[in-house]
């Protein structure tokens, strides 16, 4: 007798080995947003909507009832904005305003016991499209584009405890639409671009704060810009990307402990200007662009290794 086997159904969780399954969408489709965790949930804040704007709407997800939620809006609509905690505080860092992309210097906090934002001190300088790290309580701020479309090589710190900031070593090769990750009180800055999308960097550099110096590391096996990533177990996963005409469904992921890359199971939607952020074992990756340039998905996938 031939034994029935149910089919899976959209979106059915693989219960073996690395995989990808799909989770709730967001409530609409954004591109060039962020994603951190504070306090067990996934936070997005700004990025363009629909309608090729910038936004100001802020999301939060809960995993266990997965569900997203919307919280209060930013002060003013960004896209292109990293978010980083830094003890029990949500940052939002600079980021670009408005369809021409202007870069701020704006510092926001969320207060989650208020369901507000605040400001603290701005950024030395404006600057957008920019990764963040955080090490030892402090942020650190690298690449990206500041007044006049120039790219950036300075770094800068942010001390939450003296809401001060400081310049540090400058990155050696400034990029725009870079990852930014902290692992092993370092902060890696992967990829990015000088603007153009046809001419993506491989370039790995890390910044060590403690001795206040730049290391050249193995470079990503693929060029890329507009990607994100986040840190599990140690390893840094990379996703996603953009060049002038196609988007990349890419997963490489770089062990900091040997200086290696291996290559992970693909998205299941190639995008860019995406959120990336690591809950409970998983990897959760948000909305971003379906297309090259405008375009936005709702779109959620987890990752389970």
Excluded: C
């Amino acid at each position: 007798m031939r034994r029935l086997v149910p089919a899976l159904t959209a979106g059915a969780l693989v219960t073996s080995g690395p995989h990808w399954s799909a989770a709730a969408p967001l409530p609409e489709p954004i591109q060039e947003t962020h994603a951190a965790v504070l306090h067990g949930k996934i936070y997005i804040a700004g990025g363009i909507d629909r309608a090729d704007r910038a936004t100001a709407a802020a999301y939060r997800y809960d995993s266990a009832a997965n569900r997203w939620e919307r919280i209060a809006d930013l002060p003013a609509p960004r896209h292109h904005m990293p978010l980083a905690v830094a003890g029990d505080t949500l940052y939002a860092v600079g980021g670009l305003a408005e369809t021409s992309f202007v870069p701020e210097s704006n510092l926001w906090i969320y207060r989650e016991d208020r369901n507000r934002w605040e400001s603290r001190a701005p950024l030395p300088e404006p600057r957008g499209a920019s990764g963040v790290g955080v090490v030892s309580g402090k942020l650190v701020v690298v690449g990206g584009w500041g007044m006049g479309r120039v790219l950036l090589d300075s770094t800068a710190i942010y001390d939450p405890a003296a809401n001060r900031w400081q310049h540090a070593a400058p990155i050696p090769t400034p990029r725009d639409h870079l990852t930014a990750a902290a692992a092993g009180g370092l902060v890696y800055a992967i990829g990015g671009r000088p603007f153009d999308p046809g001419r993506n960097f491989d370039v790995v550099e890390a910044y060590d704060p403690a001795g206040d110096r730049w290391s050249r590391k193995s470079p990503m096996p693929s060029r890329r810009g507009g990607l994100a990533s986040a840190v599990l177990d140690g390893r840094i996963h990379t996703f996603g990307g953009e060049t002038r005409s196609s988007v990349l469904d890419n997963h490489e992921i770089y062990d900091p402990a040997t200086d290696r890359w291996s290559v992970g199971p693909a998205l299941p939607v190639a995008r860019h200007g995406l959120g990336a952020a690591a809950l409970g074992g998983r990897i959760y990756v948000i909305g971003g662009g379906p297309r090259a340039g405008f375009a936005q998905t709702d779109g959620v996938n987890v990752f389970t290794p």
